[in-house]
């Protein structure tokens, strides 16, 4: 590796998730190498870029200037040898963050397809429920539901997910079927993630709003919880097409006040960097929106 290049891309990772181990274990090198390697920065600059402390990193303010440069110069130095190899020839590693049932049910299904179309490139997941800090992780890609807050992100918006009520034949045969929003009062609602963990559920028919405050005794912060206890029987849950529709499909859930809407939610792709991202996040994202929007048989 150059050894300027090798300077910028250890630098930066230190900087971002504040921790030469961390940084280290990513990159192959040893925690006194990262070490050596900023020392080495910081005395050619004779500047403090980085503070360290027994606890954790801290990014100085000349710090955080060479940063934002360093950034910039990495993304334009990848982008050159992309262009070089062409797109067929991407390489390296794309770091994806899923949440848990999304992720799992309409993203990683497609990744063997993906990679046959670039077989030099891996693939790290994470998943999780909980939004992820895309920098301090080192996530290229992160796949987001609802409402997005990362103003300082590049996005792109994938599709939008139907919502509706769901519950299970044996709840339904133990505690009724509402047939009302007003009925949902009288029954057990599980909450969610995000938000699916509002007691006020709100839904839509021939233009008039309802709002309806439920009660429940099952409160989860994961997607696959929330499924786990709907599929369970303990109660009435708001689920998406992509957590519910195959069980919906084979009869081991039923929606529930079909006729009533509820707010769908977006999907959105998340990238650090602006709205110009890598070549290869460039790819990933363009590829599994043209799988979403266009499913092939």
């Keep these: 590796m150059n050894d300027r290049y090798q300077e910028l891309t250890v630098f930066v990772r230190a900087a971002e998730c504040c921790s030469f181990s961390r940084a280290g274990r990513e990159l192959g090198l040893s925690q006194p190498s990262v070490s050596r390697i900023i020392s080495e ?55 994806l963050a899923l949440p848990v049932v999304y992720g799992t049910r309409e993203v990683i299904p497609r990744l063997t397809k993906f990679l046959s179309l670039h077989p030099q490139l891996r693939v790290e997941i994470t998943i999780a429920d909980i939004r992820q800090d895309l920098i301090a992780e080192g996530a290229d890609v992160a796949i987001r539901l609802g409402r997005l807050e990362d103003s300082m992100f590049g996005a792109r918006k994938l599709t939008e997910l139907e919502r509706y009520l769901v519950a299970s034949p044996a709840y339904l045969k ?114 599994l929106s043209d799988e979403i929007r266009h499913p092939k048989a």
């Excluded at 303010?61 to 110069?73: H, M, N, P, S």
């Design 41 to 95: 920065l910081e005395t050619r600059l004779s500047v403090k870029l980085l503070l360290r402390t027994t606890r954790r990193i801290t990014v100085t303010d000349a710090g955080a200037l060479f940063l934002e440069k360093a950034r910039a110069l990495l993304a334009q130095w990848e982008a050159a040898e992309d262009a070089a190899r062409g797109m067929d020839s991407l390489r390296g590693t794309i770091r």
């Design 174 to 287: 133990a505690r009724g079927t509402p047939k009302t929003p007003a009925e949902l009062a009288g029954h057990d609602c599980i909450f969610g993630p995000g938000g699916l963990g509002a007691e006020t559920w709100s839904f839509t028919r021939n233009r008039a709003v309802t709002s309806i405050n439920v009660r429940g005794r099952i409160q989860t912060d994961s997607g696959s919880g929330l499924f786990a206890s709907v599929m369970a029987g303990l109660g009435i849950a708001i689920a998406s097409t992509a957590m519910a529709g195959a069980e919906i499909k084979s009869g081991s859930l039923r929606r529930l006040l079909p006729d009533y809407k509820m707010p769908p939610v977006e999907v959105h792709a998340v990238f650090p960097g602006g709205p110009r991202p890598s070549a290869k996040t460039r790819a990933f994202v363009d590829f």
